[in-house]
């Protein structure tokens, strides 16, 4: 597996109108990585469905709150992280804590977000969702379609 190369992490009100930051930014560092049209869309639109996900069941109405992204570069890959705890992450140890990769997981278990899990699965290599004292959504596209295996896994996380 390849190092990660540079980190980057955006915290953003938790409000539709800020999405569209999160997007431009997402687009302008998978056009850098050297990523085509077409899975920059893809990368786009999974990434939406992260955030709105967040944004909209995360926090009651009165209560604000923050989504936390990060996006970790590879010289093989984009891994992006979204959260909706509002807590900046420890990029790699909170990677560490989605537990094994498997593609045998119950997607009841988010059902809320069930058609954006759906549509992020389908456009992104891996995605992992960690259930803590929020929900961590973390997703990964390989350059040059260098893909593992394909599925979602839910973990749930006890913080000690």
């Keep these: 597996m390849k190092q990660l190369v540079d980190y980057i992490e955006m915290k953003i009100p938790a409000k539709p109108e800020y999405v569209g930051i999160i997007r431009l930014t997402l687009s302008g560092i998978a056009s850098r990585m050297g990523y085509a049209y077409d899975e920059i869309e893809d990368l786009k639109i999974a990434t939406s469905e992260a955030c709105t996900n967040a944004v909209q069941h995360a926090y009651k109405k009165t209560e604000g709150g923050e989504v936390v992204v990060g996006f ?89």
């Design 72 to 160: 970790g570069l590879y010289e093989d890959r984009l891994e992006v992280m979204v959260a909706d705890s509002g807590k900046s992450f420890n990029f790699e140890q909170t990677k560490s804590e989605l537990g094994p990769y498997s593609a045998s997981s119950d997607l009841d278990e988010v059902s809320e977000g069930g058609l954006g899990l759906f549509l992020m699965e389908t456009l992104m290599d891996e995605v992992r969702v960690l259930l803590n004292s929020g929900v961590t959504v973390f997703m990964t596209k390989y350059l040059n379609g260098e893909r593992i295996d394909h599925g979602t896994t839910i973990s749930n996380y006890e913080a000690n």
